[in-house]
């Protein structure tokens, strides 16, 4: 009863600072792209900007897991990186009143630094956790971070309209601030024991341990060709919403339902993963991201797309915790935080980049919003074949 106790209070613990964190992050992401254009941006600029954010996250979440796994524990460089996150949400009003784009550019590098770097070191820390308690439910976690971020883009949004956006980010760095406070009171990882006689890993002996495991290579390809398809539809879907003449509300709405079908699925992972498995899982939830995507290029209303969203719940919120769960049974211990925020980079800041690009490219060319995702819908067939073929061969553990 005892152990049970110490588990519901660590649960709760850890889904108060995703919680906070993720209110906080939707905040400033969600509206960032309509910020930049409010303030005076034009839409190439600002989307240039994304992209630029993505190439530097690219970098940074590799240094990120290096340095916790080498001189700061998860949890001291997660508090370190909130904190300054927070400093960083509540200058951007200034910035953007004074009307220098250098200087919003220079807070947006800020942010992209510290707040955009928590998400890849919280999902190493709750691996971390799990290895220390393999009971521990990382969908319990993510979940509830899933519905505050839902709660935020309905909410903030409305905000944003009656009181402007530098209100919103204020009160996006006040929940940053709340998340630094909450991640105080949730324990850290145990330190991993080196042995005096065993030298420090250099980076590039860390990042060849990482990419030793013929298991991680191919949960990372799966993810990659998931990911690539689903950000990309991030940009896609509201492009599809306009073309049914839907408004700015109703894409809120649409990130909304996307969120919300996460939670419940998110919940019962833990007991699904310890029934099923996190292979058999991932080619699930591969099946499913072909047919959402699919699907959405057919629909013939925004209703109907609207309502094929709710796949998030059975794709997204499969694929997360899932993945969180192999990565704790496969990675080295030493590596840990490097293989985690790694594995986070590739899958969501280079598909970030490339399905940009490949977006661009396709727009470019004449394609429309929906028949552009029949091209990502490709892509994650790509990756349900990957999955297949990892489960026939036995390359999953």
Known sequence: MKQDSGLRKLTLQGALVEAAFWFAFCTYIAFMVTTLIDNGWTSSQATAAMTAMSAISLIMQPFMGYISDNYFTEKKLSRLLMLCAAVSMALMPLSLWSGSYALVLLNMIGFNVTGGQIAGLLDSWVVGLKNENPRMNYGVLRGTGSLTYALSSQFMGTVTVYLGHG????????????????????????????????????????????????????????????????????????????????????????????????????????????????????????????????????????????????????????????????????????????????????????????????????LSAGFTARSALIVFAAFALVGLVVAVYGLIRKIWL
């Open 167 to 362: 209100t919103r980010l204020l009160i996006g760095g006040g929940f940053m601030l709340l998340a630094f406070i909450a991640s105080y009171f949730l324990k850290g990882c145990k330190p991993v024991e080196k042995k005096e006689s065993t030298p420090q890993l250099s980076g590039k002996e860390a990042m060849q341990l990482v990419f030793s495991s013929k298991p991680y290579i191919v949960l990372m390809i799966v993810s990659f060709c998931l990911l690539l398809g689903s950000n990309s539809m991030t940009t896609l879907l509201q492009l599809c919403i306009q073309d049914f003449g839907g408004t700015t509300a109703l894409v809120g709405t649409a990130s909304a339902i996307c969120a919300l079908s996460e939670v419940p699925c998110m919940f019962l992972m833990a007991y699904v993963i310890s029934r099923v498995g996190e292979p058999k899982l991932m080619a699930f939830c591969s099946l499913f991201y072909v047919i959402r995507m699919a699907a959405t290029a057919a629909a013939g209303s925004s209703t109907v797309l609207i309502c094929i969203q709710l796949l998030q719940g059975i794709t997204y919120a499969v694929l997360m915790p899932a993945s969180m769960s192999y990565l704790s049974r496969i990675v080295d211990e030493r590596v840990r935080s490097m293989a985690v925020t790694t594995y986070t980079a590739v899958t969501s800041s280079v598909s970030s980049i490339l399905g940009n690009f490949i977006t661009t490219l396709l």
